[in-house]
């Protein structure tokens, strides 16, 4: 038996980051910021879900209680103890509403199983209201559940089941009605205020310079993360403000890139950004082979007739042998393509690299900020 650690170089990851990170990538306004007051809200609330195959709750006590409730709105009073159905779910609903939505809109809506229901897939929620954050009634929600699953079979002893991805999840596409609308207040006294989605302070000042070269208006970076832009009278004037704003927010900007390198040691994934430059440092990077080889050899009484046994014996022999170490002097490096090459002919593995590129970060030969996933 030969057991072999081969160093062979496994980065691709590195190949795509120095492809897409040898130029600085242009980004639109809208892709890198977003409106302040353009927040979407957030819906929660809890319901029943009927109409299951059997596949509902096994502990009733909650949904007892929730169905005894439900049929006192139809003037049906039943004792608890009488509701012993597992055709039914207790579940929590959800729902995201998006900026600018008006009373009559439809939403989907998200519903995920709270007790120990084994599926939701066939089932129908009752009617639902959800409420804000603020605990008002915001919208209210019903229909028949759509699963991206199955979840079929047997259980019980002896039984077999086969299930594919998550049944006690599901969606209701336009499941949800609003009762309320909202326009969004997104100025006040004619200034709007744009925040970043990776706060940096080069980007801000990139986004106001760009805003104020191309819209004529008064743009400010306020902090890292905050751009403050004062709309033009005359579009306030006219009732233009909408026009303003989507001249605004496709506006080319180049995002400025931190140097950083991500490293996944589970999944063995390493990624750079084009900004990584490495100090002249030296690498020493050898391997090893392991080889146990093992012959069988047979074994037999040494006299006629003994009260011995023929066994078969194996005779193991193992032998190491290492390589010469590889030493590489690396120079500047400017481009993750460079460094990519150098390791490549280093002839290491993703984990290998993983290694290396740590000890030269604290060697201090890493300008840049390392994060381990």
Not at 34 to 40: H, N, S, T, Y
Not at 45 to 66: F, I, N, P
Not at 69 to 87: A, G, H, V, W, Y
Not at 310 to 315: E, I, K, S, Y
Request: a neutral charge.
């Amino acid at each position: 038996m030969n057991v072999r650690i081969n160093w062979i170089a496994v980065i691709g990851a590195l190949w795509v980051a120095s492809t897409l990170g040898a130029y600085a990538l242009e980004s639109r306004i809208k892709d890198v910021a977003r409106i302040a007051g353009l927040e979407p809200v957030e819906l929660i609330g809890y319901g029943v879900v009927v109409g299951l195959s059997g596949t509902g709750d096994k502990d009733l006590k909650v949904t007892k209680q929730t169905m005894a409730n439900l049929l006192e709105n139809f003037q049906i009073s039943i004792p608890i103890t009488d509701i012993k159905s597992k055709n039914s779910a207790a579940v929590m609903v959800t729902a995201r509403v998006p900026p600018f939505h008006t009373a009559g809109d439809k939403i989907d809506i998200t519903v995920a199983s709270i007790g120990d229901s084994s599926s939701l897939q066939g089932g129908v929620l009752m009617m639902t209201p959800l409420l804000d954050p603020q605990g008002g009634l915001y919208a209210l929600a019903q229909g028949p559940i759509t699963v991206g699953g199955y979840n079929v079979g047997s259980r019980g002893t002896g039984g077999e089941s086969v299930s594919k991805n998550v049944t006690t999840v599901g969606i209701i596409p336009n499941g949800g009605m609003l009762k309320y609308g909202r326009t969004g207040n997104y100025y006040e006294n004619g200034i709007m205020k744009l925040v970043l989605l990776r706060p940096d302070f080069t980007t801000a000042e990139r986004v106001a310079r760009a805003i104020n070269t191309t819209m004529n208006c008064g743009a400010i970076a306020k902090d890292a993360g905050t751009i403050s832009v004062a709309i033009p009278q005359n579009m306030l004037d006219t009732d233009q403000v909408a026009n303003f704003v989507s001249k605004l927010e496709i506006l080319p900007v180049k995002p400025d890139m931190v140097a950083k390198v991500i490293v996944n040691e589970r999944t063995g994934t390493i990624v750079m950004g084009n900004e990584v430059r490495i100090a002249p440092a030296v690498v020493a990077h050898g391997a090893l082979i392991v080889s146990i080889k093992s012959t069988p050899i047979v074994s037999q009484p040494t006299a006629p007739f003994a009260d011995g046994k023929t066994v078969v014996v194996p005779d193991e022999t193992t032998r190491v042998q290492e390589d010469k170490a590889k030493i590489v002097a690396i120079q500047e490096t400017t481009t993750v393509q460079e460094l990519t090459q150098m390791l490549s002919g280093l002839g290491a593995t993703t984990s290998d690299l993983i290694s290396i590129l740590e000890a030269l970060s604290r060697l201090g030969a890493l300008q840049m900020e390392m994060v381990t996933m």
